[in-house]
């Protein structure tokens, strides 16, 4: 009933003849109602060039091969043999470098983790480069703190070597210094 009510504020005349507000309309709840539903139109309009932007961008990346398109494997389950899962596009950004080790600690998590001096960390968590761009070290000094105690994934790349190494890292109390027992020496970020 609300939604034939609202649907009829909608079209209806809100003047009579003369040009004077009706009686049996609610002139003031009507236009709240129609000025409300033009805002939310402009809006999905808007949205809708943005995705539309952002997809086009995305498919002539990966048409030039500035990424490669990765689809993932159908989920198997119970309830999957009537509908076929849709392999899910998604893309794999290269990391940069944002610190260097120049220090490990012995005993100490980063031993432990397989760090060496030399290493470039490429990430640490969750943190990468954009993030250290944007928030510097303390990005990273964050998100040791909330892991402690917990695994972490370590990408660096190691002297000499073209390939990626990921290590696995607990930040924890140990007999030196900080929760890691390393020092990154950071990157220039430009």
């Not at 609300?2 to 236009?31: I, W």
């Not at 494997?73 to 899910?88: E, L, T």
């Not at 596009?89 to 290269?94: A, G, S, V």
Request: glycine share 6%; proline share 5%; net charge positive.
């Amino acid at each position: 009933q609300r939604k034939k009510l609202l649907q009829l504020l909608l079209v209806v005349r809100l003047v009579d003849k003369e040009g004077f507000p009706r009686a049996d309309v609610d002139v003031h709840t009507a236009r709240i109602h129609r000025n409300r539903i033009a805002c939310l139109q402009t809006d999905h309009k808007s949205i809708m060039q943005q995705v539309e932007k952002g997809l086009f961008e995305h498919h002539s990346r990966v048409k030039e091969g500035r990424i490669a398109p990765r689809h993932s494997a159908p989920i198997d389950s119970a309830a999957s043999h009537r509908y076929a899962a849709a392999p899910v596009l998604e893309t794999q950004k290269p990391l940069r470098p944002f610190a260097v080790v120049d220090e490990v600690s012995s005993d100490s998590p980063a031993q432990t983790a397989g760090l060496q001096v030399g290493d470039r960390v490429l990430a640490i968590g969750d943190v990468e480069w954009t993030a250290i761009s944007r928030q510097g070290m303390q990005a990273l000094a964050a998100a040791v703190q909330e892991s402690k105690d917990r695994d972490m994934a370590v990408v660096v790349m190691r002297e000499g070597e073209a390939r990626t190494t990921e290590l696995t890292l607990r930040p924890q109390v140990w007999s030196g210094r900080g929760l890691l027992g390393c020092h990154l020496n950071p990157l220039p970020l430009s």
